[in-house]
């Protein structure tokens, strides 16, 4: 089961939240009045932070999975998806962490562990940062604390103005997001599928569900600053997750956890920057303990001490 819920974010904006599976039932022999009020008896919430171009739908196999012990929801952040894509924006940092602060409290998800793949991994650290009380745990996948400065950004332009819109079909989609592409190492099937998702047909042929200006416009509010400082204000658990052949260096991975108070450190091999969606069984194993560790630390501070 796919499931929209509507949520408004910063500013009135619309953004729509999906549920990839039935919500969890209550614990057999719990009182439901009584659970809900008290938290305890409610499925822990997850949300599901796509990065930059992507949508929720990136993340319904993760969803599935998650879903048989959690509440796991995805967002379109705003500008993504099916979301509202105001023209005017903003499309600041700001703005994405205050729409998840509002999907959080809107749907009762809170305290919530975070998993975020690039912009969405550091909409996370940085709402982990700012409201403690609403995130219980963060998974950062594939994101740099490190500004990547004014020649990342113009390489980007330049990327976008080089796309051959429109395109005629979808496996012309598939075809050169996969293999075409001059950023593309090697064919990479799952690369091409990966963009297909984020493509709508039109009157001409299928272009971008999304305005590349307005992503650029987007990524300028964080490329050209590090962001250091915020990652060693998260107080809760961390996981920092990198593809061996993501964007992502091992160094620096490891240096965020390092300043991360309670990081910890993951890596999957033979995938690259869309590591959720390059090698989901790869991910799963690394993602799955540290959310069982997660899961029974939370169980320990709920038992009673023995006398």
């Not at 938290?39 to 599935?64: C, E, Q, Y």
């Not at 409201?131 to 330049?158: F, H, K, N, T, Y």
């Not at 593309?184 to 590349?212: H, I, L």
Request: net charge negative; hydrophobic share 40%; aromatic share 8%.
């Amino acid at each position: 089961m796919v499931r929209r819920i509507d949520v408004t974010g910063s500013d009135g904006v619309r953004l729509a939240a999906w549920e990839f599976a039935d919500p969890p039932k209550e614990r057999a022999g719990s009182d439901s009045a009584g659970a809900d009020s008290a938290g305890a008896d409610r499925a822990p919430g997850v949300l599901l932070l796509h990065g930059l171009m992507g949508r929720a739908s990136h993340w319904a196999p993760t969803a599935r999975w998650l879903s048989e012990r959690y509440r796991a929801v995805g967002l379109d952040q705003r500008g993504h998806g099916r979301s509202e894509k105001p023209a005017d924006g903003p499309y600041t940092r700001d703005a994405y962490v205050a729409d998840a602060e509002a999907a959080i409290e809107q749907l009762d998800l809170g305290p919530v562990t975070v998993v975020g793949h690039a912009m969405g991994a550091l909409t996370g650290w940085q709402l982990a940062a700012k409201r403690p009380d609403l995130v219980r745990a963060v998974v950062i996948c594939d994101m740099r604390a490190s500004a990547l400065g004014a020649a990342s950004q113009r390489e980007w332009s330049d990327w976008f103005a080089s796309w051959p819109l429109p395109f005629a079909t979808l496996a012309d989609v598939r075809k050169w997001f996969g293999e075409d592409d001059p950023w593309v190492e090697r064919p990479n099937p799952m690369r091409g599928e990966f963009y297909a998702e984020v493509m709508a047909e039109t009157e001409d042929g299928w272009r971008p569900v999304f305005s590349r200006s307005q992503m650029l416009r987007s990524r300028a509010t964080w490329v050209y600053d590090a962001h250091w400082e915020e990652l060693a204000q998260v107080r809760c658990p961390a996981l920092v997750l990198r593809g061996l052949d993501g964007e992502l260096g091992r160094a620096e991975a490891q240096e965020m956890v390092r300043v991360l108070p309670r990081g910890q450190y993951a890596e999957v091999a033979d995938a690259g920057h869309l590591v959720h969606y390059d090698q989901p069984e790869g991910w799963r194993t690394a993602v799955e303990p540290f959310l069982e560790q997660l899961a029974e630390d939370t169980r320990g501070d709920r038992e009673p001490v023995a006398p």
